[in-house]
């Protein structure tokens, strides 16, 4: 729906940012929808779906799923939260991070806010209660995510949103793969060196 109508991320983000701004409305097996509108969120808030998308609406955003990744955070240092939803919870951990550094790199004021929030979260999980595997991939997503907005104009390119007419174009190609790989090689490389 929202790939049809972009527009709708913008035309009702106060619900949709008070629907996503407590974990409390994923529990009774509605997981699966929270984690898709996370990614809406960050799939979508961007000016180029909608020119209202403005600063203020990507702060509302923001500060929705900041104050969820905290919030989640939380929960998944008790290891009985761990144990009971981990997969569940790494996913929604992983699209969260994700939602998060795509609203950044569309406003660039957001990504010290950002990149402390994924700090944050690195800290609180390197010894956590979650299994190893699911602590690697929330770990890894975050130090990747991290590495790329330290670099604001390809965080821009790599994390935006694309247009419907430059996915199709990048599909009946394998050039646009190419670049891609090799500006995520070479942001690597310039943050680690």
């Given at each position: 729906?929202?790939?049809?109508?972009?527009?709708?991320?913008?035309d009702?983000?106060?619900?949709?940012?008070?629907?996503t701004g407590?974990?409390r409305?994923?529990?009774?097996?509605?997981?699966?929808?929270?984690?898709?509108?996370i990614?809406i969120?960050?799939e979508?808030?961007?000016?180029?779906?909608d020119?209202?998308?403005?600063?203020?609406?990507?702060v509302?955003?923001?500060e929705s799923?900041?104050?969820v990744?905290?919030?989640?955070?939380m929960?998944l240092?008790?290891s009985?939260?761990?144990?009971?939803?981990?997969?569940n919870?790494?996913r929604l951990?992983s699209?969260?991070?994700?939602?998060?550094a795509?609203v950044?790199s569309?406003?660039?004021?957001?990504?010290?806010?950002?990149?402390?929030c994924?700090?944050k979260i690195?800290?609180q999980?390197a010894?956590?209660?979650?299994d190893?595997?699911?602590?690697?991939?929330?770990l890894?997503?975050?130090?990747?995510?991290?590495?790329?907005?330290k670099?604001?104009s390809l965080?821009?390119?790599?994390?935006?949103?694309?247009?419907?007419?430059?996915?199709?174009?990048?599909?009946?190609?394998?050039?646009g793969?190419r670049?891609?790989?090799l500006?995520l090689?070479t942001?690597t490389?310039l943050?680690q060196?």
């Open positions: 729906m929202f790939k049809a109508f972009p527009a709708l991320i913008i009702h983000v106060s619900d949709i940012t008070e629907y407590s974990l409305n994923m529990m009774d097996g509605k997981e699966h929808y929270f984690v898709h509108i990614w969120i960050g979508y808030a961007a000016s180029h779906y020119e209202r998308c403005s600063t203020e609406i990507l509302k955003y923001h799923l900041e104050c990744a905290y919030e989640l955070s929960v240092q008790s009985s939260a761990a144990k009971q939803g981990g997969a919870m790494t951990m699209v969260l991070m994700t939602a998060l795509k950044a569309r406003c660039q004021d957001l990504i010290p806010r950002v990149l402390l994924l700090t690195v800290k999980h010894e956590s209660q979650v190893r595997a699911s602590r690697q991939v929330m890894s997503r975050a130090s990747e995510l991290v590495n790329i907005l670099m604001p965080a821009a390119t790599i994390l935006s949103a694309m247009s419907e007419d430059f996915a199709t174009a990048r599909k009946q190609s394998l050039e793969d670049e891609i790989a500006l090689q942001a490389s943050v060196h």
